[in-house]
Structure formats: structure tokens, C-alpha cells
């Protein structure tokens, strides 16, 4: 998927922030803070590397094929996904670790000098050791953040595989037992010389969080070398995840990702040039792998020899290998578990079997088989007959029919939903029901031609329960966004009910933006001077242009960032305006002035830092206004805005991805604001207290469950200009897999991390079709579904805000008046009132220019 381009638009999804985009897709430097990636390999003559964020394409450990050849077939064939599990961790060098390893034993032999001892185990002495369970209860009680033993079990892993801590039998795997002990090597963990309690204090914390990051990589790759057998339920649900954004596995089925994550096998390769599967072959390249891919596939599915031979490129290759039978009997346990409902000799509808089926498609699923592709009408059929119904009428939907109403416009636009509704909806002769027919035809009539009239009585009335608790699920989901739509709007209200009598206002200071909402639009002639005109949101650029040219002309209206990239709008665009990315502003030109267009002073940023300002707020005051803020423009999006933004918003008719983009470029914003900030601050002394305070506020961010504003807060302290200035920071949110553990274990209200989850979706999007054999693919959308359910999960319940508990924050607000260098007198202290403090953040002047801060920086610190 395209994002940020400057070519001429290809559709509206595209002319949204380019800011906004790049912090999704385009962070090659940045995005190391998140998930640092391997070492690197040249990428091939005339590739171009991939943004990270996106597609690790040139941060994998990659294989070559060799060309075709023949060879006998063996018969234990195994498949391959080429991972970077092991390589993944982050490079923070075994020096840290050490260090960490030394802080966590002083503290442990000074806090609980009884836990190393010898022990006794089946008439066997073990000299100065302890139990694999005692170590993790000691670690849960010290990290009050862990929420899972399985967490600290893979912060032990780390020191086990870096031989830190060595088990007694020299085993591999760290086990949660009390019957498995492990001595720490006295060459590595020697006496800590720390001066005092705070320093010790510290530097155990310190080492926590550097073990906590590297943890989840660690225990993955412990579990994936137990034997498959041994793996436990949870060990299972690990692999699981992890298959979820591995790109071979993208178009897989729940039910197989699970079978797979039981069959898995860890292989790793430590030299280049090893010959992984051999064929005989004649020389020539074939083609790179690169993480996520696989091998083998055609030939275990033909029966036939490998087509290719496989080379390592580098050190240090890892694969996830399935073996020829797995394959074959997970093939088979799919086919025997489909069900393909046919209809004039068609395929209609295909249903998956799930032993499990209480999960497929989340809790409290009431169908024991799971759709997987279908046609509309057929799957709206199928969910319909899901729906049950209690005494009440009252009984909890199928979270499969919210999937289906979240995602329907992709498939399924609002006139045939709606059409499809009527027809769903039984009358008997006579009846004229809650749905009327919006034409004057009734479109449907029950046809029972066994039971007595009271049997098809109660059969009518019970389907047209269902489709009104269907409707009313709708409705709920939606809320005041249908009255957008036109036709959702004369369906629902040519109905005898009123759908939207729970539906409230938003009540935050922010209100969403609508579409028909008027906005004023500032646009700019080639002389710099500005045109201004109240237009609706969704105004098409034609539309724009009318208003301010005369027809006829060679005129085109051009967007352009402060680096003077430019790019021209397309006439069928809409709502341009609200989509502009940071400092980016629309010209009218004709085609001839284009190359003349050059960036407003404004675009350019601020010339100076706002250094003394910040002195004079406390960084809790800064961190809390950043989530109230945050939290309003979170709370004015809708979360089917994702799925709007990710599939193309031109593909869907009237809508607008405007509030997502406020939000996303709300996130760009904080991002630079950090980085402008520091690379303005000529003054050495308070450009370190100022790295100091930013490092505060992202530890409140955290501690209010702020992530969107502490990542952006992080990315923009791991920004290039600012690791020059500031090499020995290290950022401690290390990668993605340690965030999607911490966040699955979060308790609403908190603001996630959006441009991950829109890069999950990318991915999910990107990795699998929107239908197939002409079929909808609805278990794409079943995905796509469970990530815009994490939105709704996030704002479940109401935000208060209020300063955070006692935690890392508080130890590190020791800011006495010998920390602070300020210029400013006691009249600088109105800055500290909170209207003063909220009106600074929501003005925040940026640089987003990344050549001119990398300018500025070697300018202030050469």
C-alpha cells in the first residue's frame, strides 16, 4: 500500500496526512525504538529497501534459491517460513545485559539472602542455587507491571540463553518449577558498587525494564525449540499471535494458524552459504526471501521434487519448519471440516467445523461453524439464523454479526444491505410489519408449507425479532454516523420505530467532524496570498476550484509540504482539507506555475525553542493536558474509520477518515514537537534538562495509559537528529511484540497506539484477497473486524482524568530548584495555570522537515 506519495493521487484514501503516513509506513529511523531491527544485509542490485514499519523486507535474514533441477523427492519434505525470531531482539549489546544481570542479583542476595542455597533433589546435592519458581515469584513481586508468569519466565530466558544464569543440568529452557535449579556465573554477576539504596533502586529498575523488552523475543524463541508435544496451551496461544503477522500465514484460517502454531518447529542456521535444502541445480538466482516468506509449499502439495535449492545469504538464519505429514493432515482436517453450501450448482457459502467454536469469532459465539467465505446475502442468511433469542428477546449477539455490520460496506454498500433486510423480513398476509418496503412491492413472503397456523406464526415472528435485534446492533454500532448515510437513513426511518432515541451527543469539548460540516478552507495563490471560503468537509476539488476560478482554465489545486514536495490533487477527490498532513497547505496554480510553488514561512516551523516556557510547567501538568487532549480526539473517531482509511476511503461512497486523521496527525505532531524542541535548544545545560523532562512525561504517558502520546513522545526522542545529539538514550519500548503483550493485558479506558494498529490492518489487508472464487472473504474481515473492536475495547469504559498512582514517575520527579536553570522570575508562574498549560499544547509549532533538523542539529552540536 502506497502512503505519502507525491505522484498525483490514485484515489482519496491517499491525499490523507502524509505526516500521518509516514509514521505508519515510512519510519526507517524512528521505528527502530519500536522493533529494532536484526542485523542488516545489502539488499539486491536495483531493489529498494522497505520501510520497516510496513514490510521488513531488507531487515530479514535472507535465503537463495538456486535454479531448477531435478533430485529424488524425500519423503519427510518439510515447508518453510523464514523468520527473524532470534535476530529480532534488539541490539543492545550483552554489556547491558550483564549489567542488568548484576543489578537483579545484588538486589536479591541483599533483600533475600536465603534464596541462594544448596538444595536437595532426588538424593542429589546442588550447590548455591534456587528454584526456577522461586525465581519468577521474587520477579513478580519487584515488577509490579508483570502481568503473566510467562512474562517473567521469558526475562529469565534472556539470562539463560546469554549465559548468565546457567541451569544445574545445563538445560536450555528456563522452566517455572521448583524441582529446576539455576546458579548465576560468578564471572558475570559480581559485586554491585552502587553508593546508595536510590542508586541500587534505580539501576534493579533500570535492568527490569531492559529484561522486560527483551523477554517476549526471548520466550518465543524458548518455546519454539520445546519439542511440539511438550508445549503447553499457553506456549501454544504465544505461537499463535506471533502467526498472526507473519506474512506466509497473512491468508491462513483461524483453525489452521492453531494447528500450525502446534506443529511449528524452530531450525536455525548459524553460516552463510549452508545449503538448507538441496536439490541438484544449475547456477543461477532464482529469487530472495525475506521474513515472513516461505519454501516448499508446491512441492508437498504436488508430490513432487523441491524446484529449488536453498542457500543461507547470511549468518544467523531461522525458519519455522513444517514437516511433510503435519502439512498433509492439516490440509486434510481443513477439507474434512468445510462445508460448501450450493445453490444452482454454485458455491454460496462455505462453512468451517471448529471443535472449539465458543471461540471462533470471539466469546459467546453461538454457531459451531465458522463462516469463511460466502456471498453477501448468504452470509447475512447464515448470521441471521445465528441470532438467538431468549425469553426477552434480549439474548447476546454473535460478535460474528458485528463483525459482519462493521466491515459490510466493504462488500455489501448500504442499498443492498438494506434490500437484503426487507427480504429477511417475513410478513404474513396481511401484516404490514415494522419494515415497510421502500418501493411499494413487498419483497419477501414466508412460504410454510408444513405446520398449523400458530408453528408459522411463531416461525414469523421469530425471524422478524432477529432481523430488528440485527437492525438495532446496527444502529448501536454505528450511532448518529447512518443519518450520513442516505439510504440507511430513509430505510431505518420509513420503519415504526425510533432507532436512535439511545443515541447521544458527544458531550467532549471536541465534536467529530461530520461530512456536510461546514470548515473554512484557506487556500494559496502562487504570490503566497491567501484565499479563504466556508465549505463542506466532503467538498470534491472540482467543487473547490468552481468556487475560486472560472471553468474553463488550465487551473489545478496542489498540496505541499514544507520540504516543497508537491503533488496534484485529482477533480473527484474529496475532503483534501481535512486530510493535509503536518504543515502541509493547498495551492491554486495552472500547470505552468507549479515548479514555482515554494513552502510558506509558517510551513517552515518556529526559529526558536520554547525552552524557557517548558521550565515553567511541571512535566505531570504537560503529560496530563497531552491525555486530555488525546482523549478527546480519540473519543470523536469513529472506529469505522479504520476501516474506511485502510481499504480506500474513494471506495465507499460519502464517508470521510477526517477525525483518524486528526488523531494520527496529532501523533506526527508530539512526534516533532520533541525533536523541534531539542534541536532548537542551542543551550547545552538545558538542552539536557529538557531531554530530562521529555523522558518524565513519557514515563506519566505511560503510567496513564497514554501509549499514542509516549510513543510519540519516544519516536521523536529516537528521531536521527536527535540520536546525534543525544547518542547514549535508549529507549525503552523496545519492540512490538512487548507492547502487544503489555496492551492485552491494559483494563479500558486507555488510547492506543494508533499507527500500529492501522499497520495491522495494512497487513491483514495487504496479506489476503477481499474475495474468494468470487466469493467474500469473510474471514479477512473477521480479522479486520478484531482490530476495530480493540478501538471500542479502548473506550469502553469512561476516562476521568486524574494524576497516575505511585510508580516510576514519582521516582523520578526529583526535580529540586538545584535541577532547574530558568531565566524566568515568579511572573512566569500564569504559565502553570491550566488553561495557559492546555492552550501551549494544542498550538504545538513543529519542524517536521526532517534535512532541516538534521541541519539544525549539527548546527547546535557539531
Known amino acids: 500500500m502506497k502512503r505519502g506519495s507525491q505522484q498525483a493521487e ?18 526507517e529511523n524512528v521505528v527502530k525504538s519500536i522493533c529494532p531491527p536484526p542485523r542488516r544485509c545489502t539488499p539486491e542490485m536495483g531493489e529498494t529497501p522497505l520501510p520497516e514499519a510496513l514490510n521488513s523486507k531488507d531487515t530479514m535474514k535472507q535465503s537463495r534459491w538456486k535454479s531448477k533441477g531435478c533430485a529424488r523427492l524425500e519423503e519427510q519434505r518439510p515447508h518453510y517460513i523464514a523468520t527473524a525470531f532470534e535476530e529480532g531482539k534488539p541490539d543492545v549489546g550483552t554489556d547491558r545485559v550483564v549489567k542488568a544481570a548484576r543489578s537483579v542479583y545484588s538486589v536479591m542476595i541483599e533483600r533475600n539472602p536465603g534464596m541462594i542455597r544448596d538444595r536437595k533433589h532426588h538424593l542429589k546435592t546442588y550447590r548455591q542455587c534456587c528454584s526456577g519458581k522461586e525465581l519468577v515469584d521474587w520477579l513478580m513481586k519487584q515488577n509490579e507491571c508483570l502481568q503473566s508468569r ?8 534472556v539470562l539463560v540463553d546469554e549465559g548468565i544464569l546457567v541451569h544445574v543440568k545445563h538445560e536450555l529452557n528456563f522452566q517455572d518449577k521448583d524441582t529446576q535449579f539455576y546458579r548465576f556465573q560468578d564471572s558475570e554477576c559480581g559485586p554491585n558498587h552502587t553508593t546508595n539504596e536510590k542508586d541500587s533502586e534505580d539501576e534493579l529498575q533500570e535492568g527490569l525494564s531492559l529484561l522486560s523488552q527483551l523477554g517476549p523475543d526471548a520466550l518465543l524463541t524458548m518455546i519454539l525449540r520445546k519439542c511440539p508435544s511438550q508445549r503447553s496451551a499457553e506456549d501454544l496461544e504465544v505461537i499463535y499471535e506471533e502467526l498472526l503477522h507473519v506474512k506466509a500465514a497473512a491468508h491462513l484460517s483461524t483453525s489452521v494458524r492453531k494447528e500450525l502454531a502446534a506443529v511449528l518447529v524452530f531450525e536455525s542456521h548459524a553460516k552463510a552459504g549452508t545449503v538448507c535444502e538441496c536439490d541438484s541445480f544449475a547456477e543461477g538466482l532464482v529469487t530472495t526471501l525475506h521474513e515472513g516468506e516461505d519454501f516448499g509449499q508446491l512441492a508437498l502439495l504436488n508430490d513432487a521434487p523441491r524446484a529449488a535449492t536453498i542457500i543461507l545469504r547470511e549468518d544467523n538464519c531461522h525458519f ?3 514437516d511433510k505429514q503435519d502439512f498433509i493432515r492439516i490440509l486434510k482436517d481443513v477439507e474434512a471440516n468445510t462445508v460448501r453450501l450450493q445453490e444452482h450448482g454454485k458455491t454460496v457459502l462455505v462453512l468451517e467445523k471448529s471443535s472449539d467454536w465458543a471461540e471462533q469469532g470471539g466469546a459467546g459465539s453461538n454457531s459451531k461453524y465458522t463462516v469463511m467465505s460466502g456471498t453477501p446475502e448468504k452470509i447475512l442468511e447464515h448470521l441471521l439464523e445465528t441470532i438467538k433469542l431468549d425469553s426477552n428477546g434480549n439474548d447476546a449477539i454473535d460478535p460474528c454479526v458485528s463483525d459482519f455490520l462493521l466491515t459490510h460496506k466493504v462488500f455489501m454498500p448500504s442499498s443492498q444491505l438494506c434490500e437484503a433486510l426487507q427480504h429477511q423480513y417475513p410478513a404474513m398476509h396481511g401484516d404490514e410489519g415494522v419494515f415497510m418496503p421502500l418501493n411499494h412491492q413487498c419483497t ?4 410454510l408449507s408444513e405446520g398449523s397456523d400458530q408453528e408459522k406464526a411463531s416461525y414469523v415472528l421469530t425471524a422478524k425479532q432477529k432481523v430488528v435485534k440485527l437492525v438495532g446492533q446496527w444502529v448501536v454500532l454505528y450511532g448518529l454516523l447512518l443519518k450520513e448515510d442516505p439510504i440507511a437513513l430513509n430505510f431505518l426511518e420509513n420503519q415504526q420505530f425510533d432507532w436512535f432515541s439511545n443515541c447521544e451527543e458527544p458531550v467532549g469539548r471536541i465534536q467529530p467532524i461530520r461530512a456536510q460540516d461546514k470548515m473554512l478552507y484557506e ?10 471560503l466556508m465549505l463542506p468537509v466532503n467538498t470534491s476539488v472540482q467543487d473547490v476550484m468552481s468556487a475560486i476560478v472560472k471553468p474553463g482554465g488550465d487551473h489545478i489545486l496542489v498540496k505541499m509540504n514544507s520540504a516543497g514536495e508537491r503533488a496534484q490533487l485529482k477533480l473527484d477527490a474529496t475532503a483534501v482539507y481535512t486530510a493535509l498532513g503536518l504543515n502541509e497547505k493547498l495551492f491554486i496554480c495552472t500547470s505552468s506555475q507549479v515548479e514555482q510553488l515554494m513552502p510558506l514561512k509558517e510551513q517552515q516551523g518556529p526559529e526558536r525553542a520554547t525552552t524557557d516556557t517548558l521550565e515553567q510547567m511541571s512535566s505531570k501538568d504537560i503529560a496530563n493536558e497531552l491525555t486530555n487532549y488525546d482523549w478527546e480526539l480519540f473519543t470523536a473517531m469513529h472506529e469505522v474509520e479504520l476501516v474506511y482509511y485502510v481499504f480506500g ?9 477526517a477525525n483518524l486523521e486528526r488523531f494520527v496527525r496529532r501523533f506526527n505532531e508530539v512526534q516533532h514537537w520533541v525533536v523541534t524542541e531539542l534541536c532548537l535548544c542551542e543551550d547545552l545545560v538545558k538542552r539536557a534538562i529538557l531531554l530530562k523532562k521529555f523522558i518524565k512525561i513519557a514515563a506519566v504517558l505511560k503510567e496513564q495509559k497514554n501509549l499514542n502520546s509516549f510513543f510519540a513522545v519516544m519516536f ?5 537528529a536527535v540520536h546525534r545529539l543525544y547518542k547514549t538514550w535508549e529507549d525503552p519500548s523496545r519492540n512490538h511484540r512487548a507492547y502487544r503483550l503489555a496492551v492485552a493485558k491494559l483494563s479500558p479506558p486507555y488510547i492506543p497506539f494508533m499507527p500500529l494498529l492501522l499497520k495491522d490492518m495494512t497487513f491483514i489487508n495487504d496479506g489476503n484477497p477481499n474475495y474468494v472464487e468470487k466469493l467474500v472473504n469473510f474471514e479477512k474481515l473477521r480479522m479486520i473486524a478484531k482490530t476495530v473492536k480493540i478501538v471500542r475495547g479502548c473506550r469502553s469504559q469512561p476516562y476521568v482524568p486524574s494524576s497516575p498512582q505511585r510508580g516510576l514517575a514519582d521516582r523520578m520527579f526529583l526535580e529540586g530548584p538545584t535541577n532547574r536553570i530558568s531565566t524566568y522570575s515568579d511572573n512566569g508562574l500564569p504559565l502553570r495555570n491550566p488553561s495557559n498549560i492546555r492552550h501551549y499544547i494544542q498550538n504545538l509549532k513543529v519542524i517536521d522537515n526532517q534535512r532541516k533538523l538534521t541541519q539544525l542539529s549539527r548546527t547546535t552540536e557539531c
Open 10 to 27: 490514485e484515489s482519496c484514501a491517499t491525499e490523507c496526512a502524509r505526516d500521518t503516513v509516514q509514521a505508519i509506513l515510512t519510519m
Open 523 to 532: 487556500i494559496y495563490r502562487p504570490d503566497n496570498k491567501p484565499l479563504t
Open 716 to 720: 521523536g526522542l529516537s528521531n536521527s
Open 320 to 322: 519455522l519448519r513444517v
Open 649 to 657: 476511503r474513494h471506495k465507499f461512497s460519502g464517508v470521510i477518515t
Open 444 to 447: 419477501y413472503q414466508a412460504e
Open 150 to 157: 510467562s512474562q517473567a519466565v521469558g526475562m529469565w530466558q
